[in-house]
């Protein structure tokens, strides 16, 4: 799994693999998380599909909310949704960084152990 020190370093069309490959699981976990929004928005705020949709983006993408909100329920559901999204946010970067970041690390180690 991981490559020691005295392991060269894998072909590039094997790491590009392994770079889109964890690209579209990012896209997939953002890509639930939006229908998680989109589901909560309708279903608490009684929203109409496409003001769910632009609110559950709105708040993914960091921006913040659209639309005022009227029930608690609906305000509860869009705070979580916001400490969701934040979350989110940091686990897709981290899985689509990781193939660079693990090969930038494992140049580094071969050249410095020469």
């Not at 997939?28 to 229908?35: D, P, Q």
Request: glycine letters at 8%; one cysteine or more.
């Amino acid at each position: 799994m991981f490559a020691g020190r005295h392991t060269p370093l894998v072909p590039f069309r094997i790491f590009v693999r392994k770079f889109i490959c964890n690209l579209v699981l990012g896209l997939m976990i953002i890509a639930l998380s939006l229908l998680l929004g989109i589901t909560g928005y309708r279903h608490f705020a009684g929203m109409c599909w496409v003001d769910a949709y632009e609110n559950a983006a709105m708040i993914l993408s960091g921006m913040g909310p659209v639309d005022t909100l009227a029930s608690d329920h609906a305000k509860i559901f869009a705070g979580t949704y916001a400490l969701f999204s934040g979350i989110v946010f940091l686990v897709v970067i981290a899985i689509i960084i990781a193939p660079i970041f693990q090969r930038f690390l494992h140049k580094f180690l071969i050249t410095t152990s020469k």
